[in-house]
């Protein structure tokens, strides 16, 4: 046999830059479909430079990855550990995307809507993700790492870990689960365990991803009220239990293990070039992604492309009203007629007033009644006029809003009464389509209906004009006219109960809060929830 070689810091630096470039170069294989692209990642581009790597360095792979069973009672605590955490993980990603207020930009076929697709998503996550992740970096960083003590072995080595996963807002939320692997690892001396651990996170998050497909209803219990109390209860229960039937580590254990030559150093210029040039890279892709969030990803997005309308037949809509406290305030009713080339929508809605107030913040309406009319192009959803009439806090305030598109921009007449008459004029050289580019053009209250011809499908996404005839502009210090870039995404497929049943739906956002869940069984598709910044539109009954 040949002579046998050891892991240094400098090899392992090398190691992990490596693997830093094939997860960057990953994105060269976006013609993949997507589960089949992960796990080939994991295969090929995070377990097989390790193994490879083991192998020239000749060193005895189980004692050198800690290949050992840590026994029923700690497998099944390190499991507890990834389980208790994944709901933390998840909701505090999901918090931070709402606090800056950022849209990722999704593959088309991330979310499963085959089997067969959600078969491979649960192969992706729960088992490829936990084995190869795992084996690289508790497996064979960890332990050289832990020459330095056990703060660089779980701390250092869990912020490569996070790294390796090259986004800002998942790299935040996972910070708690990758010192747990790096913890649970160290006090077992086991990758099994860690691997348990990883695979308890991981298997609750493919079965949120997977509930389009295999609906078990994990979504509603992982991310209720009571489990968001009781999941940091109960890691913090399992940890001390863990920490307690676990051995405390000996300093002899302490010592570095065969593999790792006595003399290497951390931080000798020699060792720590491979780590620049991956912290470099780190902040590169970072920095776009902090990029996308401050400019918003409606920066990159090309005009939205909605097909022709498909609707031959006048269809009704009847919807439940609910306030922002989920309480049934009013109804609405919407009648869609095609006209040749137009499609023509009149709704109306009756809300009684309310006040709602959840945390710090306060909702209210006076209550009334509200009749909606708008014409838009069957082609490409671009609007053509609209009139709104509001008869509000028992007849006392009346207003009447009307405008129409013309070839030098929007004309708006409004007339509340009591008030005199006001009439607008917005300039198509003042609103996004200044350009002429080719930005359908949207408002708040047709959108729903305006997307129903939208190509449904994960990634879909785009810019248009939202326009709104009467509100507050900054800029000039006065209500009026405005018309601004909004950003549609397709962001995933739901199962929706409403007072109609349950739906399939595609879920839609639209602009900074409003978001149409829409149902695809027939075609168009028909808007069976609809959230507009305030209220939320239930799908009753439709004819």
């Known amino acids: 046999m040949g002579e046998r070689r050891k892991s240094t810091f400098r090899t392992i630096h090398i190691l992990f830059l490596l693997v830093l470039l094939l997860q960057i170069a990953n994105a060269f ?4 479909p997507q589960y089949v692209r992960l796990i080939l990642n994991q295969l090929l581009f995070v377990f097989l430079p390790a193994y490879l790597y083991l192998r020239l360095t000749r060193e005895p792979f189980r004692e050198r990855v800690r290949w050992t069973w840590p026994g029923w009672k700690i497998a099944a605590l390190s499991l507890l550990i990834g389980m208790a955490l994944y709901p933390l993980a998840a909701v505090s990603g999901s918090v931070l995307q709402q606090l800056l207020g950022y849209s990722p930009v999704l593959l088309d076929d991330i979310i499963p809507t085959t089997a067969l697709m959600g078969i491979l998503a649960i192969v992706a996550y729960a088992v490829m993700a936990p084995l190869c992740e795992e084996f690289l970096f508790r497996g064979v960083l960890q332990p050289v790492y832990e020459r330095r003590g056990p703060a660089w072995g779980v701390g250092f080595v869990g912020g490569l870990f996070v790294i390796f996963h090259l986004s800002l807002l998942q790299g935040i939320s996972i910070i708690p689960l990758a010192l747990a692997l790096g913890f649970v690892n160290y006090r077992t001396r086991s990758l099994p365990a860690s691997i348990l651990t990883h695979f308890g996170a991981n298997a609750l998050a493919a079965l949120v991803l997977t509930d389009t497909v295999f609906p078990l209803g994990a979504p509603g219990v992982l991310f209720s009220a009571p489990a968001l109390i009781i999941s940091p209860i109960v890691a913090l229960l399992a940890l001390i239990a863990f920490t307690r039937i676990t051995r405390r580590v000996s300093p002899e254990a302490d010592a570095p293990p065969s593999a790792v030559l006595p003399e290497a150093r951390a931080f000798a210029m020699s060792a720590v070039w491979p780590l620049l040039i991956a912290g470099l890279l780190y902040v590169v892709v970072i920095g776009a992604e902090i990029y996308t969030i401050v400019s918003g990803p409606g920066l990159f997005a090309a005009p939205l492309a909605l097909p022709t309308a498909e609707w031959e037949d006048a269809v ?12 049934v305030v009013g109804d609405g009713e919407c009648l869609l007629t095609p006209e040749g080339a137009l499609i023509d929508l009149a709704c109306t809605s009756t809300v009684r007033a309310y006040e709602v107030q959840i945390g710090n913040s306060f909702w209210s309406s006076a209550g009334g009644e509200r009749r909606d009319h708008f014409r838009w192009r069957a082609d490409d959803g671009s609007l053509i006029s609209g009139q709104t009439v509001m008869d509000l806090q028992d007849g006392a305030y009346h207003a009447d809003i009307g405008w129409t598109t013309g070839a030098d921009g929007i004309h708006v007449q409004i007339n509340v009464r009591g008030e005199p008459e006001r009439v607008f004029a917005l300039p198509w050289s003042e609103t996004p389509l200044a350009d002429g580019a080719a930005l359908p053009l949207l408002t708040d209250y047709a959108a729903p209906w305006q997307l129903a011809a939208l190509d449904l499908r994960m990634g879909t996404w ?32 739901e199962k929706i109960t409403t007072p109609a049943g349950e739906f399939q739906a595609w879920k839609v956002a639209f602009g900074n809060h409003q978001t149409v869940w829409l149902d695809d069984s027939v075609t168009p598709a028909r808007p069976v929830r609809f959230f507009n910044g305030v209220e939320t539109w239930a799908l009753k009954q439709n004819h």
């Open 29 to 32: 294989l976006l013609w993949l």
């Open 462 to 493: 785009g810019q248009t004009t939202r326009f709104h005839p009467f509100m507050w502009r900054p800029a000039t210090q006065d209500n009026g006219p405005v018309a601004e870039q909004w950003l549609v995404m397709v962001t995933g497929r």
């Open 316 to 327: 009704q809509w009847q919807y439940e009203i609910y306030n922002p406290a989920d309480e």
